[in-house]
């Protein structure tokens, strides 16, 4: 069972004794009536980041290499049920293992341009964006804080502090700057590799170099295993939520002032699709297989209309056409061609991340 499947069978659990996490939401500026410069929105003092590791303790993959499996790399092979982050540049695919990403958590790429793919293990979180910081490419690397359990990653130009989940600058030179997101999936190595029969695939070390020339980790190994379904929420804090287990899996939508998280095991219960709205857009979010899979959501207003979706075996079926949930691509019928628009912003995570980085999100099914 992989870890978004088995945190799906955790959503009902109770929570009560739980710690939690997660996102920037912003203290406010200092202001300038004493006398004192204005501190920018974004900025998030030292004192507030905990010491989770030393810096570069983590070492950021910088000089990384791809096949088209594991089978000549230095680990076990990659397993169908196994996670990734999958990403479409110019027509090619890429994908980057879990497997590398929970002892790495930062690749810095070029792949159509500068992009860096970032995970955080305690939030669950994959974000990936383009690689650049005051307008200039730049290697990132593991700071070794975090911000409320999320990974902190700082660039190699500047030393300014940012967070994962924000893909914001909070402390530093570049203070307030945000990086410009790129379209990723967070889905299995096979269900990628069916989708992209021709994607390639990122190689562990020694074959990808990393930050501090460290030694390769064993890959075969989670670094991480039991964290998911155990009482420990990163290194600290509180939750007292009770409506979902902390470390469910959510995709969460934000719009026009208004959260919702859609947990997985909730959609799947609902046939595997659901249509609602949320700050006044309308939504819908869906597996991908016929009856579980990666969480997905789009935006299901086309030209002025809105479409209600159905599912037929895994695809999406909606105004005469059929949607290839994967994609939200219209595979036939009078909207053929069309995209749908990604509805998230954020990959899916565990709840306790969403929550504290949307403190006011309703949940699907409350």
Same mark, same amino acid.
Not at 104 to 119: A, K, M, Q, R
Not at 269 to 275: I, L, P, Q, W, Y
Not at 279 to 292: F, R, S
């Given at each position: 069972?992989?870890?978004?499947?088995?945190?799906?069978?955790?959503?009902?659990?109770? *929570?009560?004794?739980?710690?939690?996490?997660?996102? @920037?939401?912003?203290?406010?500026?200092?202001?300038?009536?004493?006398?004192? &410069?204005?501190?920018?929105?974004?900025?998030?003092?030292?004192?507030?980041?905990?010491?989770?590791?030393?810096?570069?303790?983590?070492?950021?993959?910088?000089?990384?290499?791809?096949?088209?499996?594991?089978?000549?790399?230095?680990?076990?092979?990659?397993?169908?049920?196994?996670?990734?982050?999958?990403?479409?540049?110019?027509?090619? *695919?890429?994908?980057?293992?879990?497997?590398?990403?929970?002892?790495?958590?930062?690749?810095?790429?070029?792949?159509?341009?500068?992009?860096?793919?970032?995970?955080?293990?305690?939030?669950?979180?994959?974000?990936?964006?383009?690689?650049? %910081?005051?307008?200039?490419?730049?290697?990132?690397?593991?700071?070794?804080?975090?911000?409320? +359990?999320?990974?902190?990653?700082?660039?190699?130009?500047?030393?300014?502090?940012?967070?994962?989940?924000? %893909?914001?600058?909070?402390?530093?030179?570049?203070?307030?700057?945000?990086?410009?997101?790129?379209?990723?999936?967070?889905?299995?190595?096979? &269900?990628?590799? !069916?989708?992209?029969?021709?994607?390639?695939?990122?190689?562990?070390?020694?074959?990808?170099?990393?930050?501090?020339?460290?030694?390769?980790?064993?890959?075969?190994?989670?670094? @991480?295993?039991? @964290?998911?379904?155990?009482?420990?929420?990163?290194?600290?804090?509180?939750?007292?939520?009770?409506?979902?287990?902390?470390? *469910?899996?959510?995709?969460?939508? !934000?719009?026009?002032? &208004?959260?919702? *998280?859609?947990?997985?095991?909730?959609?799947?219960?609902?046939?595997?699709?659901?249509?609602?709205?949320?700050?006044? !857009?309308?939504?819908?979010?869906?597996?991908?297989?016929?009856?579980?899979?990666?969480?997905?959501?789009?935006?299901?207003?086309?030209?002025?209309?809105?479409?209600?979706?159905?599912?037929?075996?895994?695809?999406?079926?909606?105004?005469?056409?059929?949607? +290839?949930?994967?994609?939200?691509?219209?595979?036939?019928?009078?909207?053929?061609?069309?995209?749908?628009?990604?509805?998230?912003?954020?990959?899916?995570?565990?709840?306790? %991340?969403?929550?504290?980085?949307?403190?006011?999100?309703?949940? @699907?099914?409350?």
């Amino acid at each position: 069972m992989n870890r978004r499947r088995l945190l799906a069978a955790l959503s009902t659990a109770g *929570a009560g004794a739980f710690a939690g996490c997660a996102g @920037y939401q912003g203290p406010g500026s200092a202001g300038s009536d004493g006398g004192e &410069e204005e501190t920018p929105e974004a900025f998030v003092p030292r004192s507030e980041l905990q010491r989770g590791a030393r810096k570069d303790a983590i070492p950021a993959i910088t000089d990384p290499a791809f096949g088209e499996d594991w089978s000549d790399a230095d680990a076990a092979p990659l397993q169908d049920t196994n996670d990734v982050i999958g990403i479409v540049r110019d027509g090619e *695919a890429r994908a980057y293992p879990l497997r590398i990403l929970n002892w790495h958590e930062v690749v810095n790429e070029s792949f159509d341009g500068p992009l860096l793919v970032t995970y955080c293990p305690l939030c669950g979180s994959a974000v990936a964006a383009v690689r650049e %910081a005051g307008g200039e490419p730049t290697p990132f690397g593991v700071s070794g804080l975090l911000y409320k +359990n999320d990974l902190v990653m700082y660039d190699r130009t500047t030393d300014t502090l940012w967070s994962q989940i924000e %893909a914001q600058a909070i402390n530093g030179e570049l203070v307030g700057e945000r990086l410009q997101l790129v379209p990723s999936s967070f889905t299995t190595w096979g &269900e990628w590799r !069916a989708e992209y029969p021709d994607t390639t695939v990122l190689l562990p070390p020694p074959a990808s170099g990393t930050i501090t020339d460290a030694a390769p980790r064993d890959y075969d190994k989670d670094p @991480y295993g039991g @964290y998911e379904y155990s009482g420990q929420i990163g290194i600290g804090g509180s939750y007292d939520d009770d409506r979902l287990h902390p470390k *469910a899996t959510v995709l969460g939508v !934000a719009r026009d002032g &208004e959260a919702r *998280a859609y947990p997985l095991d909730r959609i799947i219960g609902s046939g595997g699709v659901v249509n609602d709205e949320v700050g006044g !857009a309308p939504v819908v979010v869906a597996v991908t297989g016929e009856e579980d899979g990666s969480l997905v959501g789009y935006e299901r207003r086309i030209d002025g209309e809105t479409l209600t979706f159905e599912k037929d075996g895994a695809a999406l079926v909606a105004g005469g056409s059929r949607w +290839n949930p994967f994609t939200g691509r219209a595979t036939d019928g009078p909207h053929e061609g069309t995209t749908l628009t990604v509805a998230n912003e954020r990959s899916p995570m565990f709840f306790f %991340a969403w929550l504290d980085f949307y403190p006011g999100t309703t949940v @699907y099914g409350e």
